[in-house]
């Protein structure tokens, strides 16, 4: 059987279509998240963040959720381009420990 | 945001040398930076935090006599990866706390040990 960490979960989205990436963290007391995109041989970006005070944040075509009751997060990408195409990664940290904790990632896929 | 330079991008070497891994916060002064590894199609892993001034602090699990971990000044870190075997290999990305706590990553280090 296959080992857990070796395939990423994948997410195929046709260019033009919204993407959804979800996102379910570990720790009951994180209260600040960052989205990163990740491309190939390449260092994480800063995507977007959003404090536990929130429940919803957006940016230039992205949005983050925030439920708190099930601990999940979720990236919303508006009109998907093929730039987009990369893994993302949610973050999560608590205040004042400076450590983040990292999901296991999501390739999205843009289908021409 | 922090802009972080990391160096080199990519490095090949034989088993049993060691290999150094800077990592240059070009327009903040770091006290703190952070190295992770992140295997193929995998999530980062936090290895160490580098504290300029004082020793750093390794996550369990990483030898530190293995990844040695300098931070002689704000803006300077480096990782030294000593006596590389192929179990080595991986990508090793640095990273700083910019300003309101964020992230931010250098371009990552591919090291391949023969």
């Known amino acids: 059987g296959e080992s857990v960490g070796l395939h990423l979960p994948t997410l195929s989205v046709q260019e033009g279509d919204n993407s959804i990436i979800n996102c379910a963290y570990s720790?009951?007391?994180?209260?600040?998240f960052i989205w990163y995109k990740q491309e190939s041989g390449k260092g994480p970006q800063f995507i977007i963040d959003?404090?536990?005070?929130?429940d919803k944040r957006q940016g230039q075509r992205v949005t983050v959720l925030l439920n708190k009751t099930v601990k999940h997060l979720s990236l919303q990408i508006a009109a998907t381009q093929p730039g987009d195409s990369a893994v993302y990664f949610c973050?999560?940290?608590?205040?004042?420990?400076?450590?983040?904790?990292f999901g296991t990632g999501t390739r999205l896929k843009v289908l021409a | 945001g922090a802009v972080v330079s990391q160096h080199p991008s990519r490095v090949i070497c034989k088993s049993g040398t060691s290999v150094k891994i800077e990592c240059r916060s070009l327009?903040?002064?770091?006290?703190?930076m952070f190295w992770y590894r992140q295997f193929p199609k995998q999530s980062l892993m936090l290895m160490a935090t580098?504290?300029?001034?004082?020793?750093?602090?390794?996550e369990q699990g990483v030898e530190k006599d293995k990844f040695l971990i300098n931070h002689a000044s704000l803006t300077l870190s480096t990782l030294t990866v000593t006596s590389a075997h192929p179990e080595d290999s991986s990508f090793y990305i640095c990273?700083?706390?910019?300003?309101?706590?964020?992230?931010?990553f250098g371009s990552g280090t591919q090291l391949s040990v023969l």
């Open positions: 973050a999560e940290n608590s205040s004042g420990t400076y450590k983040y904790i």
């Open positions: 990273s700083t706390l910019g300003l309101n706590e964020k992230l931010f």
């Open positions: 959003i404090r536990s005070n929130m």
């Open positions: 720790n009951s007391a994180s209260d600040y």
């Open positions: 580098s504290n300029e001034g004082s020793k750093a602090t390794y």
């Open positions: 327009d903040f002064q770091a006290t703190t």
